[in-house]
């Protein structure tokens, strides 16, 4: 167990719908990463969150965003959702002034 | 910007045999180096990574690799594999300094067979 908790684990939802994948940090960790991994893509870096404020951005679409919450938990926010998006998206957290980054399980997101 | 090369997406072994996985990286400067294994319908769990101490570093499992500054590699090798090795391997990079998000590789699924 990385201490990094994902909900929801699975995600079914339709073309053109909305969802919302949270991501709760270790306990202390500032930095919050989302990545997605899907066949054609492999892993990708989206979004890197530091105590609230945005840090980094990868490859992630208009059509997505996130924020970090004062208590430090993130959401991944995927909007007008195409087939294309279906993958698993994985939360990471980092403690400050280390190189790790500690992974959680991922949600498996499938757009029908 | 940097980059990963995996070479062979598919690694098969006997159980008992040698196991190594390639990694080539691409990085204007010296990079920090991880190799992550991630089993089926699990998160990715950190095997070992390199930070500019020793070249060669052990990791959990019994796994290590070797940073070859001149070859641009960070192979993983495990001397005797066990079935339970079984699982999908990527090799990461990540700048030093203020970009802290990893560039992963393609990966490599490691079947271990009896």
């Known amino acids: 167990d990385s201490g990094v908790t994902q909900t929801p684990k699975h995600l079914i939802t339709a073309t053109g719908q909305r969802v919302t994948l949270r991501c709760s940090p270790r306990s202390g960790d500032l930095s919050v990463y989302w990545y997605q991994q899907s066949l054609d893509q492999g892993l990708q870096f989206l979004i890197q969150y530091y105590n609230g404020e945005e840090r980094a951005k990868g490859n992630i679409l208009e059509r997505f965003s996130a924020q970090q919450f004062p208590d430090l938990h993130s959401e991944l926010n995927l909007s007008s959702l195409e087939l294309g998006d279906s993958a698993l998206y994985f939360c990471a957290s980092s403690p400050t002034g280390t190189t790790e980054a500690f992974f959680g399980q991922g949600t498996r997101l499938t757009v029908v | 910007a940097q980059s990963v090369t995996q070479l062979g997406s598919h690694v098969s072994v006997s159980e008992g045999a040698l196991v190594l996985l390639r990694c080539n990286y691409s990085s204007s400067v010296p990079p920090y180096l991880f190799w992550y294994v991630q089993y089926p319908n699990q998160g990715l769990q950190l095997l070992l990574k390199?930070?500019?101490?020793?070249?060669l570093v052990k990791g959990i499992n019994g796994f290590e690799a070797e940073f070859k500054k001149s070859e641009t590699s960070f192979h993983l090798t495990k001397p005797s594999a066990h079935m339970s090795d079984a699982a999908e391997y990527f090799c990461?990079?990540?700048?030093?300094?203020?970009?802290?998000?990893?560039?992963f590789g393609s990966g490599t699924q490691l079947t271990v067979l009896p």
């Open positions: 390199y930070t500019s101490a020793a070249t």
């Open positions: 990461a990079v990540r700048l030093k300094g203020t970009a802290r998000q990893l560039t």
